[in-house]
């Protein structure tokens, strides 16, 4: 959950036209898995 700094949330709008109220639920049920490759563990 991301915490919200209003003053600097309104900055960031006016600076660079971006708003990231409600992004977090882009992490919701996110899930990156891949196969270790980086040597031999012989399994």
Do not use: S
Request: aromatic share 10%; charged share 40%; proline share 2%.
């Amino acid at each position: 959950m991301l915490r919200r700094d209003e003053p600097k949330r309104k900055l960031n709008i006016k600076n660079h036209r971006l708003d990231f109220v409600g992004c977090d639920a882009t992490w919701d049920h996110f899930t990156v898995i891949r196969e270790d490759e980086r040597q031999g563990y012989g399994e």
